[in-house]
């Protein structure tokens, strides 16, 4: 039985730069965006809700 090492470039992968995963992420500002956005809503629904019940 052989072992033998087994490069990325074998399986038609590539390794990206930094800049290249963060173009394809977006990076973390959107999470940071998005995760404000629905704790606002959060607080703006249970702050409604709290006032009508």
């Not at 072992?3 to 470039?9: M, N, S």
């Not at 995963?21 to 809503?41: D, K, T």
């Amino acid at each position: 039985m052989e072992l033998t090492l087994v490069g990325l470039k074998d399986y038609g992968l590539v390794e990206l730069s930094i800049q290249e995963s963060q173009e394809i992420e977006g990076g973390i500002a959107p999470l940071l965006v998005y995760g404000g956005a629905w704790c606002v809503g959060f607080a703006v629904g249970c702050a409604i809700a709290y006032y009508y019940s």
